[in-house]
């Protein structure tokens, strides 16, 4: 974990020396964060009032971790006190939220959203916001597995009073109410005592050093925590901006069993912001209430292996669960309001028309899929529209619900929970493709997530079938410049993807390919998909630990910058190669197609060029990979390390700081 390690004492000091905001933003600027002007405002204000608390219960000295990065995440806790429990000197954690609000009202009927003067969204209720904190951290961090209790969780309003916050019902049976403590400024007496009695007066580096420096659970591929979630109740931990979405959706149920207006929700974040984990959470609970819900998603991929986990379970109660799994276009002859919420997942990728074989919808699809919900939800990324007859936007959503005189519920995702959770990565691959306004740049490592560029597709999979074999799920992506022979050869597929003297099939096209081979729907989540070469259309919406991707001579770098080149594509949403003519928008659409292969990885990306060229200019940007010589001898895998070891095959700058001290220079980072 990520955090500016000092003191109650020293932020003081820093305060008083006006050198609080300068070292708080270093920090946060070397592991890949920008800061705000709003965060700065903050950090002068709230971070200080805070400080003086702790100073007059006598934890002057206490460690203080500001800005703690979460674990698989862009989200950041704005500080962590680590120190001992005063009787049992074990370890002991307070996650502290801080708020500058000075009022907060409830946000229409929502207890956990609240509106707050000056912000246009509703926001969680600080309550909430700080006990999803501490369960998050429950659930990644082993070390909490057998206390729990070690963690607490306070949010502290010091702008405002006790009657100026609305107060969350505890009636819902929750225990842990030692995680959603709030103190407004009226009533810091009472802070105070809690914080002695949590706290003992003296500094023991142990506790704040055993959670910066705990080992992390391997995040859950989404999917594979579907299945988990009908059967046994567990849920994933919505932070911030997801739950805030949540909360409207059944906000939104309420008021259609009251018969109050129809309003629509629509909830916008990049690759691995949560909007899955939204929309699973939210159909795993309304089936559970009875409702008449269901998810739908335009792609086949998806749809099948969701439906799948679902079907897998044997202990999951709910017998209809697998059937809840449509595409957009099942619903063309549905009538109006004959669902009570309707999940339209990856909603980018919303049809102009739906169409059943030569039937065609006789409205545009995203009316469709609004009439037949009394509460639609559409979940989505504008920057993953990849072929030209997908149409889903929030503007087109928007719209098409602002002519039928419908409300709109809008919710944007900042967080980042793929990449490591790196704030840097997206940000990378959209410079790198042209898709920011402006020039790439070198990657700079930041100790959440490992990029590298392959010599050559041999090292690339050298390197990734190393954590295959140790059970990390690994998969190899390439942009569709190859041709794809949809007939297998016998038992075998055909490997068409061709580069030297190395070669790999694609993914299966079919239903039922080979044995031992899975599905194109499957490709994604069956181990044995490494075995074959991915393409957009079985990667799109899935996330896997590590990965390749091969950049094909449709993307290459010339005169200076990257340029397409859509005849060189082999899919015909690209390039149609009978009449020799590209489709409108290929330049953008093979951008964005790469863009949405690079931030597939949880853990790592690989990188290679087809082209010397793109290579050469890949090279000036990201550190080449390294292969250890246990891992290969004249090409051959000999001997297997440790999934977990993949961060030192890869080569790294040395000298760079994990997290920032209140003492000392900056530490090494080490050997890992």
């Not at 209809?320 to 909603?347: G, K, N, T």
Request: net charge neutral.
């Amino acid at each position: 974990m990520l955090a500016f390690q000092t003191s109650p004492k020293q932020i003081l000091e820093l305060a008083d020396e006006g050198h609080l905001i300068e070292r708080v933003s270093a920090h946060l600027a070397r592991v890949g964060f920008r800061v705000s002007d709003s965060e700065r405002s903050s950090w002068q204000q709230s971070l200080p009032a805070l400080a003086v608390q702790l100073v007059d219960a006598g934890l002057e000295d206490l460690d203080a971790l500001v800005e703690c990065q979460l674990p698989r995440s862009s989200k950041r806790i704005d500080v962590i006190l680590a120190g001992m429990e005063p009787l049992s000197r074990r370890p002991a954690y307070l996650v502290v939220e801080l708020k500058q609000w000075s009022t907060a009202t409830s946000y229409d009927e929502i207890e956990k959203l609240v509106r707050v003067p000056g912000m246009a969204e509703p926001q969680v209720h600080p309550a909430v916001q700080v006990q999803n904190y501490c369960s998050y951290l429950t659930d990644f961090l082993p070390m909490f597995l057998d206390r729990p209790d070690a963690v607490h969780g306070l949010a502290y309003l010091h702008n405002a009073t006790r009657r100026q916050i609305p107060e969350l019902p505890t009636g819902d049976g929750d225990r842990r109410t030692h995680q959603r403590m709030v103190f407004t400024g009226d009533r810091t007496d009472e802070m105070r005592r809690y914080l002695r009695g949590r706290f003992g007066p003296w500094r023991d580096e142990a506790a704040a050093h055993a959670l910066l420096s705990a080992r992390v659970s391997p995040s859950h591929q989404l999917l594979t925590v579907g299945a988990d979630e009908v059967a046994s109740r567990r849920h994933l931990v919505l932070l911030d901006e997801q739950r805030a979405a949540y909360e409207l959706v059944m906000r939104g149920v309420r008021w259609a069993d009251q018969g109050r207006r129809k309003r629509v929700v629509v909830v916008s974040g990049g690759p691995g912001s949560g909007k899955s984990a939204i929309a699973l959470t939210l159909l795993v609970d309304l089936a559970r209430e009875g409702r008449q819900v269901a998810h739908a998603t335009g792609s086949k991929a998806f749809r099948d292996s969701l439906r799948r986990y679902a079907r897998s379970d044997p202990r999951s109660p709910e017998q209809r669960i697998a059937e809840l799994f449509h595409y957009f276009r099942d619903f063309m002859d549905e009538p109006a309001d004959s669902l009570d919420v309707l999940i339209c997942d990856e909603a980018h990728r919303i049809r102009d028309q739906s169409s059943r074989g030569d039937r065609r919808g006789r409205k545009s699809q995203v009316r469709e899929l609004i009439e037949v919900a009394k509460v639609p939800v559409f979940l989505l990324d504008d920057d993953q529209v990849v072929r030209p007859n997908e149409v889903g936007s929030v503007d087109v959503i928007r719209g098409a619900a602002e002519r039928l005189d419908f409300e709109v519920d809008f919710v944007h995702l900042g967080a980042q929970f793929r990449c490591g959770g790196s704030p840097r990565f997206e940000r990378w691959v959209r410079h790198l493709l042209g898709l920011a306004g402006e020039r790439p740049y070198r990657w700079i490592e930041d100790g959440s997530f490992r990029l590298a560029l392959a010599a050559s597709p041999d090292q690339m999979e050298m390197l990734l079938r190393n954590v295959h074999d140790q059970h990390a799920s690994a998969r190899i992506s390439a942009g569709f410049c190859w041709p794809w022979t949809e007939k297998p050869r016998g038992r075998e597929l055909v490997p068409d993807v061709r580069i030297g003297s190395w070669s790999k099939p694609w993914n299966a096209f079919g239903k039922n390919p080979p044995r031992g081979i899975p599905s194109r729907s499957f490709w994604a989540i069956e181990p044995a998909g490494f075995e074959q070469v991915g393409c957009i259309y079985t990667a799109q919406g899935f996330e896997y630990d590590w990965s390749g991707v091969i950049l094909g001579p449709d993307l290459v770098f010339r005169n200076g910058r990257l340029v397409s080149q859509p005849a060189e594509s082999h899919d015909h949403a690209i390039f149609d190669r009978v009449r020799g003519v590209a489709t409108r928008d290929a330049d953008r659409l093979i951008r964005i197609t790469y863009k949405v292969l690079l931030t597939r990885g949880m853990r790592g990306t690989l990188i290679h060029s087809v082209d010397p060229e793109t290579q050469r200019f890949l090279a000036s940007l990201v550190p080449a990979a390294q292969v250890p010589r246990a891992l290969v001898a004249d090409g051959v895998h000999r001997v297997a390390a440790p999934a977990d070891k993949l961060p030192s095959i890869l080569d790294r700058p040395s000298g760079q700081n994990l997290r920032n001290t209140s003492t000392g220079p900056d530490r090494p980072r080490g050997d890992w």
